[in-house]
């Protein structure tokens, strides 16, 4: 009797121990990182408080959740080289080791865009327009001193933001009024000289726009037809509740990836704040006048309204899944609904809600559906 008790102990011993190695193998992550790293990498922007480590119940979600992090501000031109010649990479210097000692996929942005760029860069000492040598010499200067300094260091670049209206007009920054249509071509041409091995990026909003989608589809095919480096089309996902719809966001990914091009999903974030006008876009020159009709949720969302949110974010993440052979990086702009910058625009003061934590950094409820979603089998590529 004896030995057929200790047979039966040593027997309920090895299945309680299978079916705990069982459980730990299946279990679910318990981060955005570890549900996506099969998918695509899952970013988020950072300013100068999470930079200088002021900011520290941010860090501790940006590394617990994130494996991939853009600058929100600190590589822009104006920061980087606010006086002629005078570079400032002290923040940017400390992003990118964040970056480097987390581990993460580190994304520069932005080497070429009409704003945030000092108002030297286009001007003589009189205050006139330079000239078109004279502009494509500094901008082959600063796109030569900015991705040398971090020449294997960082993945990817935004080399050109913004150069298309929805139309699919070109915009007349003073890029393009000084040097013409040649500027894009050549930001990508001097960043690929100054890193050969760093990815190179087109990036914009709106682009389900079909003006604006098909403009940088003819980008793309153009720069392709002179042998100039291009990887990546970067979508702003500036979105709302009302626009885009699904399909046309994903029409316009399929549009690029007809060309060979991956796709990321770069600055996105979701308002759920009423939009003064759908064709605000994010031109950060547009603001509207305050009204009270336009923050109706300054003591907090209802819950039949955030549950309408995290449906409308959900059906996003299931189409950026659903392409995840060719998405290959989203990226949030930002981590916390009380440092996002959809407070203020396009309506200053306003109270918004547009990302994945809360003003306390904690996980909102979409965080854990995001998580279940990414591991439904219908999304496993293997």
Wanted: charged share 25%.
């Amino acid at each position: 009797m004896k030995a057929i008790k200790e047979y039966r102990i040593t027997f309920l011993l090895v299945v309680i121990f299978l079916a705990s190695c069982n459980t730990s193998t299946t279990q679910a992550p318990e981060t955005l990182k570890a549900a996506f790293k099969d998918k695509f990498y899952i970013g988020t922007a950072l300013n100068a408080w999470h930079i200088t480590g002021k900011d520290t119940a941010g860090i501790r979600v940006i590394k617990r959740q994130f494996n991939a992090i853009v600058a929100e501000n600190c590589m822009k031109s104006e920061e980087l080289q606010p006086r002629e010649g005078e570079f400032d990479f002290e923040l940017a210097d400390q992003f990118v080791e964040f970056g480097e000692k987390n581990d993460m996929f580190i994304t520069g942005h932005c080497l070429i865009w009409h704003s945030q760029a000092p108002k030297w860069f286009f001007t003589d000492s009189e205050g006139n327009d330079v000239s078109r040598d004279v502009m494509i010499e500094r901008m082959k200067t600063h796109i030569n001193t900015v991705v040398s300094r971090y020449k294997g260091r960082v993945k990817g670049w935004d080399v050109v933001n913004e150069a298309f209206m929805e139309d699919g007009s070109w915009r007349k920054s003073k890029f393009y009024q000084i040097v013409g249509e040649d500027f894009l071509k050549l930001a990508f041409q001097f960043a690929h000289e100054a890193d050969p091995e760093a990815e190179l990026y087109y990036n914009d909003y709106n682009e389900w726009y079909p003006g604006r989608r098909d403009a940088v589809v003819q980008m793309i095919r153009d720069l392709k037809a002179e042998n100039i480096r291009i990887d990546a089309i970067g979508m702003q996902g500036h979105l709302d509740m009302d626009y885009p719809s699904i399909d046309e966001y994903e029409a316009a990914i399929n549009a690029y990836t007809n060309e060979g091009m991956k796709v990321m999903i770069t600055e996105l974030d979701l308002s759920i704040l009423p939009n003064p006008s759908p064709d605000a876009g994010a031109d950060i020159a547009t603001s509207f006048e305050y009204q009270q009709k336009l923050n109706p949720y300054t003591e907090g969302v209802p819950q039949a309204e955030m549950e309408k949110w995290d449906n409308r974010m959900l059906d996003f993440f299931r189409l950026f899944l659903k392409h995840s052979d060719v998405v290959t990086r989203v990226t949030l702009w930002g981590v916390s609904d009380g440092t996002s910058w959809k407070n203020n625009f396009p309506v200053p003061g306003r109270t918004n809600y547009p990302l994945l934590f809360d003003r306390n950094y904690k996980p909102k409820s979409i965080v854990p559906k995001l998580i279940e979603e990414a591991q439904k089998p219908e999304y496993n590529r293997e």
